[in-house]
């Protein structure tokens, strides 16, 4: 030990006593890190000061600053105390100021990272942006012109509710692009495109072809094909025209590549944990190794992985801090909220005794939900209408009477129009919903579908609060821009890019808002202990925000500026 060293324990253990919370010296967090506890907080690798640290951590809501050592919080307190802990190998980072929150956690997001590098974006994944048709046709131009004809051309991220010519982008728009390529643009909603002529052709569709079971070809007001086409019917579409094909080593390296790319959006907004709704664990995996990796994922499975899991005893926790199998990925019980198929007890206003779509009997999910909830792994379903989420717990309340498990903490992906008896069942069974948040910003101009006397009981996280659920935040990206201050701000005002407000009984706090945002979205992955709040022991996540959400105009916080992204003590995005 050094003079400098003794110095500054000294210093450390004289401040422990006069407020300084720290790995080994506070009893409030001894039980949750043991890993940590015999970390020294002096000679910190980092140390962030005069900053307004909001921690989450009800034991120590409010610091200045904090010290970080092997990737973990070791000491938080006031800048004159941490301060003390700067030694010789010691980085230091003055916050001048600014606003220190906990890393924020996505928990649903389908992180389609090819799409965003390789593919033709007609809109804008991440922000509010009206786009013109005519802007989408020469997008789709260009690409067509390096494509051989007869091979797809295709368009994502397209939003009907974002267009500044305001109306749907139809056959005609798309025959402008080619008439030798097929061509399609994909909503960024998932459940419907937009084809061209040459595409209808090739699949065989015209004037007198009927609608397939669960889908639709439209029609204009002559009864021509106007080239949208819904959920199954898309189906024609698959084993017609060229694509290009790619060697399996191409697509390793474009799966790679493609989760890299993703990866630096996510701690470019803020992001350091996001459970994945599938896609390509290899290349997770693969960019971890190359140092590409920048937040922590929590693995959704699904399918031969979810099957493998089950059959090789292999429980939701498994793997490290930075690549875990969490839950399953959503098991789909009804329709979308964004596209109006989700199943609701009451008809959509205006819309002729429609009430969504069920997508699988009570029988199939019983047994589905048993399974898995029996082989120790997360349950996880996709349910956003009363009646899917009734239905969800039924087989939940079912598998839990038979099989007992303690803590099996089942997850509702949307859980979005509840009840006062939903939410007591959601309450007693454990059961963590994982709502919409960009949705209160972003899709207002969708919310009118279902009328402000749903809208108060939709995105209910007032309701959860109060009932002591710890819901949790998800974007559903691609379908929802994920950047969380976005989320915040829409939590908190409930009202949207539109200027309309929807359902205000279920506003939050800023405060509230962000713990959605991290802890309770580190407890939905059971890692609550190890993340979601700046705690002494807890690995060093954290965000640096330009200015602070509690005191900005509430309509501001989605443009505050993200200065630094830190995960495991390692800036992974800097301003
Ligand atoms: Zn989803």
Sequence with gaps: MTKDDRRNR?????????????AFASPASAGQAPLAQTVDAHDADLVVFNA??????????????FAIKNGRFV???????????????????????????????????????TTLLYDVLVGNPYEVEFVTIRSIVDKLRARAKETPPGTWVEGYFFDDTKVKDNRLLNVHDLDEVSKDHPVVVHHRGGHTSFYNSKALELAGVNKETKNPAGGTFERDELGDLNGRVTDRARGAFNSVGKRETFTSQQVEQRNRDGAAHISKMFVRYGLTSVHHEGGDLAALQDIRARGDLKHRVSYEVQGRVLEGMITSGIKTGFGDEWIKLGATSEHTVDGSFSERTMALSV???GMNGY????????????????????????????????????????????????????????????????????????????TIPACFTTYTYYNTDKFKFYGEELLKRSLAFRSFLDAGVPVCAGSDFSPGPFAPLMGIQGMVTRKGWDDTTWGLNQRVTVDEAIRINTYNGAFASYEEKLKGS??????????????????VDPNKIKDIQIVRTVVGGVAMYQA
Aim: hydrophobic fraction near 35%; charged fraction near 25%.
């Design 355 to 430: 009430k969504g779509n069920v997508t699988e009997t009570q029988d199939e999910l019983n047994a589905w939900i048993e399974r898995v909830h029996r082989a120790g792994i997360q349950v996880n379903c996709h349910a956003n209408g009363d009646v899917a989420i009734d239905s969800v717990l039924t087989a939940v309340e079912r598998a839990q009477k038979n099989f007992p498990r303690a803590d099996s903490r089942p997850k509702i992906t949307h859980c979005t129009l509840i009840n006062d008896d939903l939410l007591r069942r959601i309450k007693a069974t454990g």
């Design 10 to 22: 000294r210093e450390f253990l004289g401040l422990a006593g006069a407020g300084v919370v720290s």
């Design 534 to 551: 700046i705690t002494p022991g807890k690995l060093a996540d954290f965000v640096v925000l330009a200015d602070d959400p509690h005191t």
């Design 75 to 113: 000491a938080i307190g006031s800048t004159n105390d941490i301060r003390g802990l700067i030694g010789k190998s010691t980085t230091s980072f003055d916050a001048k100021g600014m606003t220190v929150v906990p890393g924020f956690v996505d928990c649903h997001n389908h992180a389609p990272g």
């Design 52 to 65: 307004k640290v909001y921690t989450m951590d009800a034991q120590a809501p409010r610091a200045e600053a």
């Design 347 to 349: 008809p959509y206003p």
